[in-house]
């Protein structure tokens, strides 16, 4: 079992930054994909971003170009940088894990407990 823990959220103007971290509890974190994925309220969870194992990332197209996914192997942590926030990006944002995870097509084993994002207009 691999708990994840979420830290970094909060209210921003648009406009502004933040960095979101996910710490993960294995040993074995050096393997794993990990991702971010959001939920805005009355709409489903969606993906944002996933670094594979070997350190390879993808986006969704709605954050290309402003959101940069990390992955410190030394920390267990994987980070999003979020840029020139709106508030479209407004959601509570979760990190995901999968062991040898496709970068594509993710479905995480293990979620965290999710970190709200306000991003105000």
């Known amino acids: 079992q691999v708990q994840l823990v979420e830290s970094g959220g909060g209210l921003v103007q648009a406009g502004e930054s933040l960095r979101l971290s996910c710490v993960a509890s294995?040993?074995?974190?050096?393997?794993?994909?990990m991702a971010w994925f959001r939920q805005a309220p009355g709409k489903e969870r969606e993906f944002v971003a996933a670094?594979?194992?070997?350190?390879?990332?993808n986006y969704a197209n709605s954050v290309e170009g402003r959101f940069t996914i990390s992955k410190e192997n030394a920390k267990n942590t994987v980070y999003l940088q979020m840029n020139s926030l709106t508030p479209e990006d407004t959601a509570t944002y979760y990190c995901?894990?999968?062991?040898?995870?496709?970068?594509?097509?993710?479905?995480?084993?293990?979620w965290g407990q999710g970190t709200q994002v306000t991003v105000s207009s």
């Open positions: 995901g894990a999968e062991r040898y995870g496709n970068i594509v097509s993710l479905r995480p084993a293990y």
């Open positions: 670094i594979s194992w070997s350190g390879t990332p």
């Open positions: 294995t040993r074995t974190f050096v393997f794993y994909t």
